[in-house]
């Protein structure tokens, strides 16, 4: 099972900023928070992660509460080909070394309108 | 860089058959995991391997699939027989496993697009 909420759509303006949010209130201290979008008939594509403190890259800022239960994805100026379904997805820990397992919810579905 | 490189792309196969989906990961990965997408269903992770072994196929639906790594550049994934609710896209992805658990980013394939008649 997931262990993400996100909301099933949302709309944005292009240009204009989207602001994806990802509620995972039942997160545990060393797990990290990663975001994946998948543009349509494509595979999903990675977006940014983090642990606690906010992170910034070329494509994206991500925003984590200081209690950890829930995030932000930010898309500074959201364009057409910014329409795709995104993924937030908290990672379980495993044994050992073998700490991946990647649980995809249903997403968010973004749609950049002209 | 190559990227993950899965083949076929499409099948169209009749129930019954055998499949094979093939993945190459991106060298230098050391984790390899396969997914099956379907419009009820959405993403699912099927099973993953980690330094070429099986580390979690929990996610397998039942005895007539098969995933196997014999080496680090190759992974199949095998349906024998298949059914018609097996038709999906099946995606490939890859990654590289940090000491201490974390990894980086999942690298997808573009997916092998599976029709059982």
């Known amino acids: 099972d997931a262990k993400t909420t996100q909301p099933t759509s949302m709309d944005c303006a292009e240009g204009r900023a989207a602001n994806l949010p990802c509620n995972h209130s039942t997160i545990s201290g060393n797990e990290y928070v990663y975001w994946y979008r998948q543009i349509h008939s494509q595979g999903p594509q990675y977006i940014i992660h983090?642990?606690?403190n906010n992170e910034t890259n070329e494509m994206a800022s991500l925003i984590i509460t200081e209690d950890r239960k829930s995030s932000t994805l930010i898309l500074p100026h959201a364009t057409l080909r910014d329409t795709a379904v995104y993924y937030c997805i908290v990672r379980v820990a495993g044994e050992s070394n073998y700490g991946q397992n990647f649980v995809f919810g249903p997403g968010t579905r973004l749609s950049v309108l002209p | 860089d190559a990227g993950v490189i899965q083949s076929p792309r499409h099948e169209v196969t009749e129930m019954g058959q055998e499949v094979t989906l093939r993945c190459k990961p991106i060298?230098?990965?050391?984790?390899l995991f396969w997914y099956r997408q379907t419009m009820m269903r959405g993403l699912e992770l099927l099973i993953y391997?980690?330094?070429?072994?099986?580390?979690?196929d929990s996610g397998m639906p039942e005895d007539r699939f098969s995933a196997k790594m014999p080496n680090a550049s190759f992974s199949t994934l095998k349906i024998q027989p298949s059914e018609p609710r097996d038709s999906a896209v099946y995606f490939c992805?890859?990654?590289?496993?940090?000491?201490?658990?974390?990894?980086?980013?999942?690298?997808f394939g573009e997916g092998s697009r599976l029709t059982v008649l």
């Open positions: 060298s230098g990965h050391n984790s």
């Open positions: 992805a890859s990654s590289f496993l940090l000491s201490g658990g974390e990894t980086g980013e999942l690298f």
């Open positions: 983090g642990l606690k």
């Open positions: 391997f980690n330094n070429n072994v099986p580390i979690d």
